[in-house]
T-cell receptor
Framework: EAQVTQNPRYLITVTGKKLTVTCSQNMNHEYMSWYRQDPGLGLRQIYYSMNVEVTDKGDVPEGYKVSRKEKRNFPLILESPSPNQTSLYFC?????????????FGPGTRLTVL | KNEVEQSPQNLTAQEGEFITINCSYSVGISALHWLQQHPGGGIVSLFMLSSGKKKHGRLIATINIQEKHSSLHITASHPRDSAVYICAVSWGKLQFGAGTQVVVTP
């Protein structure tokens, strides 16, 4: 089954404690993205990756890091989380970049930073 | 200012009613997506279209490129259609509307 998986699904942490949210897809997609979703603001792109070792900033990259060492995995790293990073996070993958093909989303990770 | 505007923000319908959600955008696009987000949070792709009309089951999506407008219609609505429906446009990147919360009551 074609899918994007994310872990963990829920996470409560404290300010400054480094964390990683994993994302994996089994569709051999080159393009992967991370989004955050906040009430009234819609989905906003944090980082994206066009292929292995090729990543770039989206609209709201501050406070986040990513890596793409393998095609299937695209982890999101928060080196020093702060309360304003409390949000619902989605990983997504697609065959083509820029929304030119069907989007596949992970189940979401609800992060609370105290 | 968001280049993608959805209306209405919220919609309540009775089971069986015809529902229409609208999406207007201000930029030239290569494609438009309609997504569905259920209360559990997961997002699934319903349609991707660049012209005309697409139909899947009780869902119909239309787009008018000249008027920069798309609509998502739900015929014979059912409580399981209760979800947030999100419009997203592709213009070099993907930009999302704020979503329309739909509640269908029995």
């Amino acid at each position: 089954e074609a899918q994007v998986t994310q872990n963990p699904r829920y996470l409560i942490t404290v300010t400054g404690k480094k964390l990683t949210v994993t994302c994996s897809q089994n569709m051999n997609h080159e393009y992967m993205s991370w989004y955050r979703q906040d009430p009234g603001l819609g989905l906003r792109q944090i980082y994206y990756s066009m292929n292995v070792e090729v990543t770039d900033k989206g609209d709201v990259p501050e406070g986040y890091k990513v890596s793409r060492k393998e095609k299937r995995n695209f982890p999101l790293i928060l080196e020093s989380p702060s309360p304003n990073q409390t949000s619902l996070y989605f990983c997504a993958s697609s065959l083509r970049a820029g929304g030119r093909s069907e989007q596949f989303f992970g189940p979401g990770t609800r992060l609370t930073v105290l | 200012k968001n280049e993608v505007e959805q209306s209405p923000q919220n919609l309540t319908a009775q089971e069986g009613e015809f529902i229409t959600i609208n999406c207007s955008y201000s930029v030239g696009i290569s494609a438009l997506h309609w997504l569905q987000q259920h209360p559990g949070g997961g997002i699934v792709s319903l349609f991707m279209l660049s012209s005309g009309k697409k139909k899947h089951g009780r869902l119909i999506a239309t787009i008018n490129i000249q008027e920069k407008h798309s609509s998502l219609h739900i015929t014979a609505s059912h409580p399981r259609d209760s979800a947030v429906y999100i419009c997203a446009v592709s213009w070099g990147k993907l930009q999302f509307g704020a979503g329309t919360q739909v509640v269908v009551t029995p």
